[in-house]
């Protein structure tokens, strides 16, 4: 670990065989918003972003075939991509996680597409497992050192790492929601919204309510899921942010007037991030 934080201290990268290549120069892109980010990944694949054409896909199909010496051969099944981002780990960092398999290569590509966006990686850890490859990442905002907590950039962070899988991977484009905005090739199939959608909420102490939420993922689902929260009112503390494959999975704190959610609250939570959610495809003003 002290290796890892050494090498992204001083810009190096630790590469498979074990020694310290320099950070390729970049040209410095810091976006300032979501749209920026979707903007970027339009420059890079030449393909629009269109956001009121977005289209609901199913849940990913399940991993299947082994890791065997680094690589998997073309007749397993691709892996289904994951981008974990958590807020609760770590007090003093945003974690992010990365699992694809063991085919998410090109880690200076992604750390440097990081720095770019005002960040710095002040832990990097790589571990191999049953389920691939991990790659987790420590971030904290360069100006001040501070774990990101802005759900623009948090969204920057997500859209940034999968464009970046399809960008090296192009066959897991149709594995993720992307693949229908500016991927290679769009997922195939639909499924209605109502299907794939899931909200609990319980109380976590008295002072705050638990938000669980899953469903079909998009460019921009995070920040608009928080706008949604805010709107009425709920504070959202910390929490988590899952992108597995086709389905976000959003793990929340939440309070109001730092109490926990009574009942009548969380059914008005429930219903109006239902009823926003039945509405990613819509191409209807908003009033």
Excluded at 46 to 51: A, D, P, Q, V
Excluded at 147 to 155: W, Y
Excluded at 176 to 186: D, N, Q, S
Excluded at 219 to 229: A, C, E, S
């Amino acid at each position: 670990m002290a290796v890892a934080m050494a090498a992204c201290s001083l810009g190096l990268h630790l590469t498979a065989d074990n020694t310290f290549r320099p950070f390729e120069k970049t040209t410095v892109f810091k976006p300032s918003s979501v749209a920026d980010v979707t903007k970027l990944c339009y420059i890079t694949h030449k393909t629009r972003l269109s956001s009121s054409g977005i289209t609901i896909i199913p849940r990913a199909s399940t991993v299947t075939g082994t890791v065997e010496d680094g690589n998997q051969g073309e007749a397993d099944t691709i892996p289904t991509p994951i981008v974990i981002i958590d807020q609760d780990s770590d007090p003093d960092a945003t974690v992010v996680e990365i699992t694809f398999g063991d085919r998410l290569g090109a880690l200076l590509d992604t750390m440097n597409a990081l720095k770019n966006l005002g960040l710095n990686v002040v832990k990097a850890n790589v571990f191999l497992d049953s389920s691939g490859k991990h790659n987790k990442f420590s971030i904290t905002k360069a100006d001040s050192g501070r774990k990101v907590e802005d759900p623009e950039l948090l969204e920057a962070i997500r859209l940034t790492i999968l464009n970046k899988m399809i960008q090296y991977h192009p066959e897991s484009s149709a594995q993720l929601a992307l693949g229908a905005a500016f991927g290679l090739v769009p997922p195939l199939e639909q499924v209605d919204v109502e299907i794939a959608t899931h909200i609990t909420i319980s109380d976590d102490g008295p002072d705050r309510s638990l938000l669980y939420m899953e469903t079909a993922d998009r460019p921009g689902l995070l920040v608009d899921l928080v706008k949604i929260i805010t709107d009425i009112n709920i504070a959202v503390e910390s929490g988590e942010f899952d992108t597995e494959g086709l389905l976000a999975k959003a793990k929340f704190h939440v309070n109001y007037k730092n109490k926990a959610l009574i009942k009548p609250l969380q059914q008005v939570l429930v219903n109006s991030l239902r009823y926003f959610l039945r509405r990613p495809t819509t191409e209807e003003s908003s009033f």
